[in-house]
């Protein structure tokens, strides 16, 4: 058995979303200052999907 909160799923998921939204708000940026802050958003949030679950995976494999 686990000794985690039953907020640690909470938390989970709100590691995810964050990670997803500043991957793209750097992504808009840089895309910003090239010319381009659409595509480079997008790459950013799906770099941040990875990134998230990533993160979720190796925070929270025990959940």
Known sequence: MNDRSPNAAAGAGILL??????CAAIGYGLGALVGVPGVLAGVGGFLGIVAGFALVYSRFKDL
């Open 17 to 22: 979303v964050t990670t997803i939204v500043v």
